[in-house]
């Protein structure tokens, strides 16, 4: 159901591409080396399937002005399509987004509302990614799918609809599980440049430089679900708390879960749970990092987006932190007739256009919007939590064994 594709009419312009793999292993390799160049000294070498290198689906989508609701899709190539998308373009901006779906629901398809409003918003651009899902396609599939999708935005390949983006021109922008793909993906970058590594792309030798922001709405920074508010904040949200998501629930086996061999995760094996890759919450350092953009509710994710903007932001990042009270998880996506999502989507918009267009105008800064009158009290963004690193490494650690000794047919709910 997650994946049933609607149709295309309204106000959209969607150009379906598919972007092709390079005929050079090199970027699968440094990806494996950024994963085991941020594990923990002792940590054995491994511990997760090594993907294939394999074409990467893309849609293209713009704000299509001047039809109706449910004006049809013109009968013409994607190419066209996309030609005709870039006519109504007035800002360099590309925004390449990552959908929700906790990495085994959802696909570009479910997400065109919502990259058609941020496109609209900001006059720009948006590449939304199809990356391969769990459970057939376990960690690192997905993120070695993002980051075919940036190196091809940056360096395009022959028979590309697009020209070259400048990197200052690029925002990486998703919700939950995609703003955990955005954070790792950064993550990754920012460990390929600590390395000193360049990746052989098509036949160059190409550097991988850092985004011009990261736009994250909820986003899912730690795999375990080992923070506070993942119980505290269940009044307010529809995911269901943490002590519910180790039930030892009986499901139907198929071909494709249980997986063969056995984890107790449908995204990540076990070894990997806390790595910085699949749960950024633990990553040590974001230092060198673009300014990044975090909106949550007061939902289960709330600590976790809390952490990551308050590190991030002590380690020298320019971050734009805003927290929506009594909102559930990316409640701007689908109550959309609230107040309250409108302004989201303005602040999330807004950063984009930011970071872009007047990138020396960022500045660190927060900001907790009332539910019932809209009314923006200031936060401190380096205090938003009192959590010391060591603290939350713990509980994920904790967690992650909690997790690997519950029945292997138990699904992730998020």
């Known amino acids: 159901m997650s994946l049933r594709d609607a149709g295309i009419k309204g106000r959209i ?33 491994g511990g997760y399937q090594e993907p294939q290198l394999l074409p990467v689906e893309a849609e293209w989508t713009g704000y299509r002005a001047g039809v109706a609701n449910d004006a049809p899709e ?10 005709e998308l870039m006519t109504e373009v007035s800002s360099p901006t590309t925004i390449l987004y990552f959908h929700g779906g906790a990495y085994y629901l959802m696909d570009p398809a479910s997400h065109r509302p919502t990259t058609r409003k941020l496109a609209k918003l900001t006059k720009g651009r948006c590449l939304s990614v199809r990356y391969r899902l769990a459970p057939q396609n376990p960690f690192p599939a997905a993120l070695l799918d993002a980051l075919v999708s940036y190196l091809a935005l940056l360096y395009p390949p022959t028979g590309s609809f697009h020209e070259a983006v400048e990197p200052r ?40 430089p850092i985004p011009a922001g990261v736009a994250l709405c909820s986003p899912w920074a730690d795999i375990t679900h080992s ?27 198929c071909s494709i879960w249980p997986a063969n061999p056995p984890r107790n995760n449908l995204y990540a094996e076990d070894a990997v749970l806390c790595h910085p890759l ?29 952490y990551v903007a308050m590190r991030a932001a002590g380690q ?14 990316c409640f701007a996506m689908f109550l959309n007739a609230l107040p309250g999502a409108r302004r989201a989507f303005t602040g999330w918009a807004g950063f984009i256009q930011e970071v872009v267009e007047n990138p020396e105008e960022v500045r660190t800064r927060g900001t907790l919007i009332k539910a019932k009158t809209l009314e923006e009290v200031p936060l401190e963004v380096t205090s938003l939590t ?15 064994q909690k997790l690997c000794q519950a029945n292997p047919d138990t699904l992730s709910k998020l």
């Open 13 to 45: 312009w969607v150009s379906k591409v598919t972007i092709p793999q390079p005929a050079e292993d090199d970027i699968r390799q440094g990806l494996f080396a950024a994963i085991e160049g941020l594990k923990e000294p002792g940590d054995t070498a």
């Open 74 to 83: 013109l009968k013409i190539s994607e190419e066209q399509k996309y030609k």
């Open 169 to 208: 021109h690029i925002v990486l922008s998703g919700d939950s599980a995609g703003g955990n793909l955005c954070l790792v993906l950064l993550q990754t970058i920012l460990e390929l440049r600590r390395q000193g590594r360049k990746i052989f792309w098509n036949g160059e030798e190409r550097e991988v």
């Open 227 to 253: 923070s506070p508010s993942c119980e505290t904040n269940s009044i307010y949200d529809y995911l269901p708390p943490q002590s519910k998501q180790i039930e030892k629930m009986a499901h139907p086996r």
């Open 278 to 306: 699949v749960s950024p919450l633990g990553a040590k350092s974001w230092e060198g990092s673009c300014p990044m953009y975090i909106a949550t509710g007061t939902e289960l994710l709330t600590d976790e987006g809390k």
């Open 316 to 329: 020298g990042v320019p971050v734009v932190f805003e927290e929506y009270e009594a909102m559930p998880h």
């Open 386 to 400: 009192s959590f010391t690193h060591e603290e939350v490494c713990s509980r994920m650690r904790e967690r992650a």
